[in-house]
């Protein structure tokens, strides 16, 4: 059975780079040879910018593996949720294969969202960013990217919420953004957007913000000159006196490592439907 971590895929070297990461460290845990595969894009990367390893993006590589005669999968996903448009797209696209091939088994390890380890892994993220930095009473705020689905949206509420209740006594109840997108701006779920949210703290006296990102790997939003950074740089621009703490993303997250590593066993253990 060949396992592989998949992720939706950037044109960032540091996303791919970050999903390599993730993929031997889950393999480590699990005990098992994780590949890094990206659902579409990141096969543009040059491959010098790889360290010489071109990255793999789902057709080709499925196609790769059954030539060389394996016919059974299991794929971790590398989302904040397996369940939106990503990852229904995802299945379509592995369905499509099947059909267009000799047949393959296939079968998904749970991924952060269906284990509930997300609010966790945010709190334990703000913790370690008002420690590092000294905050005494920050505001926080929770962001995701925003797009047109009410579930994601919801999903980023319940996470904020979530986390608030283990910071309950420690910091202030966060806020759920949304990252400033055509996207989100189209959408009244995705409200507030980040720049709105960080405004209205800046208009209310705050100073210090800490900002989780709810973005597993670094890129052209989470990145260190990404979008994130440039609408919080624009804020302190226009609330002079604010200043933004973005947390570690969740990617990295040893609970989420070892989360992941935990499903994908339980899915190499149980049988693959066909």
């Known amino acids: 059975m060949t396992a592989a971590l998949v992720d939706n895929g950037s044109l960032e070297p540091a996303a791919h780079a970050s999903l390599r990461r993730a993929a031997a460290a889950i393999g480590r845990l699990a005990g098992a040879e994780v590949a890094a595969v990206s659902w579409r894009h990141s096969d543009r990367i040059p491959a010098a910018e ?58 998904f390890a749970a991924g952060l969202a269906a284990e509930g380890v997300l609010p966790e892994i945010v709190a334990a993220r703000i913790r370690e960013t008002a420690t590092a930095a000294a905050l005494g009473e920050p505001a926080v705020l929770v962001v995701d990217h925003g797009g047109p689905s009410p579930a994601s949206a919801a999903l980023r509420n319940a996470v904020a919420a979530a986390a608030g209740d283990r910071l309950a006594g420690e910091f202030r109840r966060p806020v759920a953004a949304s990252m400033e997108t055509p996207e989100a701006g189209d959408h009244p779920f995705n409200r507030p957007l980040l720049a709105e949210a960080l405004d209205a703290l800046g208009a209310a006296g705050h100073r210090d913000v800490i900002i989780a990102p709810l973005f597993l790997s670094p890129g052209r939003h989470a990145g260190p000159d990404g979008d994130l ?45 066909s």
């Open 50 to 107: 790889l360290g010489g390893e071109p990255a793999w993006t789902l057709g080709p590589w499925v196609r790769a593996q059954l030539a060389r005669g394996e016919r059974e999968f299991v794929f971790v996903p590398f989302f904040i949720s397996a369940q939106g448009a990503i990852g229904s797209a995802l299945r379509t696209e592995l369905e499509a294969l099947r059909a267009e091939t000799d047949g393959f088994d296939l079968a």
């Open 229 to 273: 950074v440039q609408i919080l740089r624009e804020a302190e621009a226009r609330r002079p006196g604010l200043r933004g703490h973005f947390t570690e993303l969740v990617g990295s997250h040893p609970l989420a490592l070892a989360t992941l590593a935990r499903t994908l066993r339980a899915a190499l253990h149980s049988s693959v439907p």
